[in-house]
């Protein structure tokens, strides 16, 4: 088989470069490790910065995000019993949209799908090949039978566990990581939403935060140890800790229900550098993890997507062969940035029993200057609903 682009992970961020390429007449085919449902029944977090409902717009599949997302033109921070909200309109006038990852995944599979484009589900063993030469090329088991993709360039869209950032032998990449000493107990429940916009609490129990998938379907969190497992919280605990960590106003307007989905994530802060060897390119996950507080996971790989296709489409339509070799430096300088607004967010939102009080103190105080300073409201803003590519 011969393609121009060899895609390895039919995630969103796959998706959409195989979309945005086939719009401009670039030939791809993607590989999936897994089944189509296994791809569509993960749950993840949809909120959506300007950029990312911009891209998907332009590749042809907004109508639907458009038509059932949510626009957040703000968003409420709590700390010390009090909450206050951050008007994104007023500061930046501009807003995120929550629309779930799930949505936007099955958007773009039917895009594909109408477009009649190969994608490869079930594909074993991947195997890349040939990377810095002229001629790469993708193997991998489908149906029992080993096959081969001959293409120009490959785009690594797999995933944090996926084969592409380690095919870039170690010498020639440097990773840099932060492992943070708690993870994110979370469940979805339908019931409305306890605000029309999420909160973000700090706690001297714990982060929490309020979230929602849509009116009728809420998506809760509080911070927990990683030593603690799925059956120690039962729905009645889960609700009552999370209602000492929100505001009281907040607390008692909770409308509670049974879970229908109860998981705890780690957190962790990973960048690798580079993020192009040869004729490979790393995108999303593949290349760089950030914690959930701030939502940046997806729309980080959207920014990916931006410059990849901005690259590729500069080699094939104007014979650009220098375009693709700062696909990496541009992507990164954006990561970077994300990725310290992720974290300071998460430092300054979470409990660090090692901080002591004395750590407490200064969050609230951090959080308090917030409050009072439209400079640093402003500034929240424009990192929240993204920044430019």
């Given at each position: 088989?011969?393609?121009?682009?060899?895609?390895?992970?039919?995630?969103?961020?796959?998706?959409?470069?195989?979309?945005?390429?086939?719009?401009?007449?670039?030939?791809?085919?993607?590989?999936?490790?897994?089944?189509?449902?296994?791809?569509?029944?993960?749950i993840?977090?949809?909120?959506?910065?300007?950029?990312?409902?911009?891209?998907?717009?332009?590749?042809?599949?907004?109508?639907?995000?458009?038509?059932?997302?949510?626009?957040?033109?703000?968003?409420f921070?709590?700390?010390?019993?009090?909450?206050?909200?951050?008007?994104?309109?007023?500061?930046?006038?501009?807003?995120?949209?929550?629309?779930?990852?799930?949505?936007?995944?099955?958007?773009?599979?039917?895009?594909?799908?109408?477009?009649?484009?190969?994608?490869?589900?079930?594909?074993?063993?991947?195997?890349?090949?040939?990377?810095?030469?002229?001629?790469?090329?993708?193997?991998?088991?489908h149906?029992?039978?080993?096959?081969?993709?001959?293409?120009?360039?490959?785009?690594?869209?797999?995933?944090?566990?996926?084969?592409?950032?380690?095919?870039?032998?170690?010498?020639?990449?440097?990773?840099?990581?932060?492992v943070?000493?708690?993870?994110?107990?979370?469940?979805?429940?339908?019931?409305?939403?306890?605000?029309?916009?999420?909160?973000?609490?700090?706690?001297?129990?714990?982060?929490?935060?309020?979230?929602?998938?849509?009116?009728?379907?809420?998506?809760?969190?509080?911070q927990?140890?990683?030593?603690?497992?799925?059956?120690?919280?039962?729905?009645?605990?889960?609700?009552?800790?999370?209602?000492?960590?929100i505001?009281?106003?907040?607390?008692?307007?909770?409308?509670?229900?049974?879970?229908?989905?109860?998981?705890?994530?780690?957190?962790?802060?990973?960048?690798?550098?580079?993020?192009?060897?040869?004729?490979?390119?790393?995108?999303?996950?593949?290349?760089?993890?950030?914690?959930?507080?701030?939502?940046?996971?997806?729309?980080?790989?959207?920014?990916?997507?931006?410059?990849?296709?901005?690259?590729?489409?500069?080699?094939?339509?104007?014979?650009?062969?220098?375009?693709?070799?700062?696909?990496?430096?541009?992507?990164?300088?954006?990561?970077?940035?994300a990725?310290?607004?992720?974290?300071?967010?998460?430092?300054?939102?979470?409990?660090?029993?090692?901080?002591?009080?004395?750590g407490?103190?200064?969050?609230?105080a951090?959080?308090?200057?917030?409050?009072?300073?439209?400079?640093?409201?402003?500034?929240?803003?424009?990192?929240?609903?993204?920044?430019?590519?």
């Open positions: 088989m011969r393609t121009q682009v060899c895609i390895i992970g039919g995630g969103p961020s796959g998706l959409l470069l195989g979309q945005i390429l086939h719009q401009h007449g670039i030939d791809n085919v993607i590989l999936e490790r897994q089944t189509r449902d296994h791809v569509m029944s993960r993840r977090a949809g909120v959506l910065e300007t950029g990312t409902c911009d891209m998907l717009r332009k590749a042809g599949v907004g109508e639907r995000l458009s038509r059932e997302g949510f626009t957040h033109e703000g968003t921070i709590a700390a010390a019993g009090r909450q206050f909200r951050i008007d994104f309109q007023k500061h930046v006038q501009k807003h995120v949209t929550v629309y779930g990852q799930t949505e936007v995944t099955a958007d773009l599979y039917e895009a594909r799908d109408k477009a009649g484009l190969t994608t490869i589900h079930m594909a074993e063993g991947v195997t890349l090949h040939d990377i810095t030469s002229d001629a790469p090329s993708v193997t991998f088991v149906n029992g039978q080993e096959q081969r993709i001959d293409c120009d360039f490959v785009a690594g869209c797999d995933g944090f566990h996926g084969v592409s950032r380690q095919t870039i032998p170690s010498e020639q990449r440097k990773e840099f990581e932060r943070y000493p708690f993870g994110w107990l979370g469940i979805l429940s339908q019931t409305p939403p306890v605000s029309h916009e999420l909160i973000y609490a700090n706690h001297a129990r714990g982060f929490a935060l309020c979230s929602m998938r849509n009116e009728n379907l809420s998506r809760y969190y509080v927990v140890s990683l030593d603690d497992k799925i059956d120690q919280w039962s729905d009645a605990r889960f609700w009552d800790e999370l209602k000492h960590r505001p009281e106003q907040a607390a008692d307007t909770l409308i509670t229900g049974p879970s229908i989905e109860k998981s705890i994530a780690p957190l962790r802060s990973f960048i690798c550098e580079p993020m192009q060897w040869g004729k490979l390119f790393l995108v999303g996950d593949a290349a760089h993890i950030v914690p959930p507080t701030g939502a940046k996971g997806l729309n980080l790989a959207v920014s990916d997507v931006h410059y990849l296709t901005e690259a590729l489409v500069s080699f094939y339509e104007d014979n650009n062969k220098g375009s693709v070799q700062t696909y990496s430096t541009k992507a990164l300088e954006r990561v970077w940035k990725s310290r607004f992720s974290w300071w967010m998460t430092t300054t939102l979470h409990r660090f029993p090692e901080q002591g009080d004395f407490q103190h200064m969050q609230e951090e959080i308090a200057y917030l409050e009072g300073s439209e400079a640093a409201q402003t500034a929240l803003a424009e990192n929240y609903v993204g920044l430019p590519y």
